[in-house]
DNA sequence: GCCGTTTTCGGCCCGACTGTTTTCAGTCG
């Protein structure tokens, strides 16, 4: 089992729990055993193995004893005998918007419910709504998160996907018969979310390649196998497809099989107006057409119709194929570009590493600086600070800085937007901060001009450094709440406010579509991981990938600039307007 | 189930909103 596994369980424990009203407290414990597990900076698994699990705070000695169990067996048997008292489809029903586990527990103890399916019968044929607590209201909204819920059936997010594009790509390098070895489709795009994932090899022994994809430990099940192609299935569900080349025709699949689909279109029109055909295995030319250069990688396919070679993320037929043949394609921002970050938790509000540890952990990824922005006081759910605690915490960040040698820690906070538009502090607080970022966690359900009115309130304050999270979605699980973006873009270029780009895979908010446009107004961008643990700073990954799908370059992100621009930059932002 | 400069029990995270009620339960952040 790994570390994710066993906080799953824990997840699933907690969830099972909950059905059962069980104490509240005993719940929160394995909610935050879960996270203390995912967010752990060493190996727990060996650890928890070897026994050697102790003084971790959140982390007792109940817990402690499963998670030995779990390392050591790979199973635990109080889940087993919770899990067997409920169906496994019952799980579904937590990502219903508007249910919890009393009205769940409720459904499948009067009506048997277990699963969305059943709860969308009993919606329907209208016994779900003569429960106690339920009432027509109640059967609307919860047919609407049914129906958003089926729209996004079988999507994934990005961060659910990548560990398994990490194993199956390392394994089939590992495979000697392996020459050329990439993931396309949308996941090489950069797209938010995936419905499965495309690999693609070449080989000169396709049926070995296959025969050895099918079998690894990662799949439960196989959909289909020949001789050059595969498909198999996750535990979780994920569609794994595997195509298998020569190694000629390898840039072509590569091209094909990363689309989009719009791309390709565009692409062979242009090779048709050459007397050429492309498709996923070569170009063949038409009689009396000029015979194309050689092709052996993805550049020079784009070479060959006169086009710079086009990013993966930007094959969305959005215009880069007219910026490819005039030069004018952007220089992407890269991973390797960023030089600090904004907005991340620490143990003062919901996060579960120190200001210490999450110091450390941005010098040992080679940044130069870190903000920290956790929550403010009216996000009470996630511990938010009051003034006080703002103020202790300032002088604590000061005081470490002191002792780092080209590293600084800014002091900011994610300062709440209340539902007027006015901040949770005032602004003598907001002075003494470094940096805010501003951002909306509660009256979601504002009519569009309103949310719109409020959002651009918090930004005309000249100490709302970032907007964070524009919309709001949780993807694949809550949708944007109703704002006017480009009003929000044209208020930010106004006042010179950074949009962020919040890196969580849960969010990528702003959406990468709205990018050109905020670039256009002359709107800079700030990457941010919204990171709860140390292990949340990697979602930058994430990230980069977004802020890529949306043309930026290195220019328009500002935590690409080194420590000393940063500082005066975030300094300009107040005084351009105070 | 966790935690403790109050050490083996008694706290632990609060408030808004919604829809169902007719004073409150459930959900969400």
Redesign the pocket.
């Known amino acids: 089992m790994t570390a994710q596994d066993m906080a799953d369980v824990f997840h699933r424990i907690a969830l099972l729990l909950e059905l059962k009203g069980e104490?509240?407290?005993?719940i929160?414990?394995?909610k935050?055993?879960a996270e203390t597990v995912e967010g752990f900076a060493g190996d727990i698994v060996a650890l928890a193995a070897a026994n050697e699990l102790g003084g971790?705070?959140?982390?007792?000695?109940?817990?402690?004893d499963k998670l030995h169990e779990m390392a050591t067996t790979g199973k635990l048997e109080?889940y087993d005998k919770l899990k067997a008292e409920f169906p496994e489809s019952i799980f579904g029903l937590?990502d219903?918007?508007?249910?919890?586990?009393?009205?769940?527990a409720?459904l499948y103890k009067e009506l048997k419910v277990a699963g969305v399916a059943d709860l969308k019968r009993a919606c329907e044929s209208g016994e779900a709504?003569k429960l106690?607590?339920?009432?027509?209201?109640?059967?609307v909204?919860l047919l609407e998160s049914i129906a958003f819920h089926e729209q996004h059936a079988s999507e994934f997010r990005l961060g659910d996907v990548a560990p398994v594009v990490e194993q199956v790509l390392a394994a089939l390098r590992e495979n000697k018969q392996v020459g050329r070895v990439e993931v396309c489709g949308s996941y090489r795009r950069g797209k938010e979310t995936v419905h499965d994932l495309d690999f693609l090899v070449s080989s000169k022994h396709p049926q070995e390649v296959i025969d050895a994809f099918v079998e690894l430990p990662l799949f439960v099940h196989t959909i289909a196998k020949g001789g050059t192609k595969a498909s198999t299935r996750t535990k979780d569900g994920l569609q794994c497809d595997l195509r298998v080349v020569s190694n000629e025709e390898f840039p072509f699949a590569l091209t094909y099989f990363t689309g989009s689909k719009e791309h390709n279109v565009a692409l062979r029109q242009r090779c048709l107006a050459r007397g050429w055909s492309l498709n996923e295995y070569a170009i063949t030319t038409s009689e009396g057409a000029e015979p194309p250069p050689p092709v052996h990688d993805e550049r020079d396919l784009y070479r060959a119709l006169d086009m710079e070679f086009i990013e993966p993320e930007l094959r969305e037929n959005t215009g880069e194929l007219d910026a490819a043949l005039h030069n004018t394609l952007p220089r992407l921002v890269e991973l390797s570009n960023l030089r600090g970050t904004f907005h991340n938790h620490t143990t003062a509000s919901d996060g579960n590493a120190t200001l210490a540890q999450m110091a450390e952990a941005a010098q040992e990824l080679g940044l130069q600086y870190l903000g920290i922005a956790d929550h403010s006081k009216s996000?009470?759910?996630?511990?938010g600070l009051d003034a006080a605690r703002v103020r202790k915490q300032i002088a604590e960040i000061r005081a470490l800085n002191d002792d780092f040698d080209g590293f600084k820690l800014f002091a900011g906070n994610e300062v709440d937007i209340l539902?007027d538009g006015s901040l949770d502090f005032d602004d003598d607080l907001l002075a003494e901060l470094d940096y805010v970022v501003a951002s909306v966690?509660?009256?979601?359900?504002l009519p569009e001009a309103e949310m719109t009115k409020r959002i651009i309130k918090a930004i005309e304050n000249p100490y709302v450094t970032m907007l964070g999270h524009v919309t709001g979605r949780?993807l694949l699980q809550?949708p944007s709440y109703a704002v006017n973006i480009p009003a929000i873009i044209d208020a930010a270029a106004a006042t010179g406010t950074i949009i962020e780009l919040n890196a969580s895979p849960w969010r990528l908010d702003m959406d990468w579509r709205w990018w050109k446009l905020a670039k256009a107004k002359g709107v800079r961008t700030s990457i941010n991981p919204d990171a709860h643990s140390v292990h949340g700073l990697q979602d930058l990954f994430f990230g980069i990938r977004s802020a890529r799908k949306g043309w930026l370059e290195r220019g328009d992100v500002v935590n690409t600039l080194p420590l000393g621009k940063i500082e005066k930059l975030l300094q300009a932002k107040r005084e351009r307007l105070l």
């Not at 104490?23 to 005993?26: G, I, L």
């Open positions: 104490n509240p407290f005993k929160r414990a394995y935050t055993g971790i705070k959140g982390i007792g000695e109940a817990l402690r109080f937590f219903i918007s508007g249910l919890g586990p009393k009205k769940i409720l709504g106690s607590g339920f009432g027509d209201k109640t059967v909204k996000s009470f759910q996630a511990n539902k966690h509660s009256v979601m359900n949780l809550r």
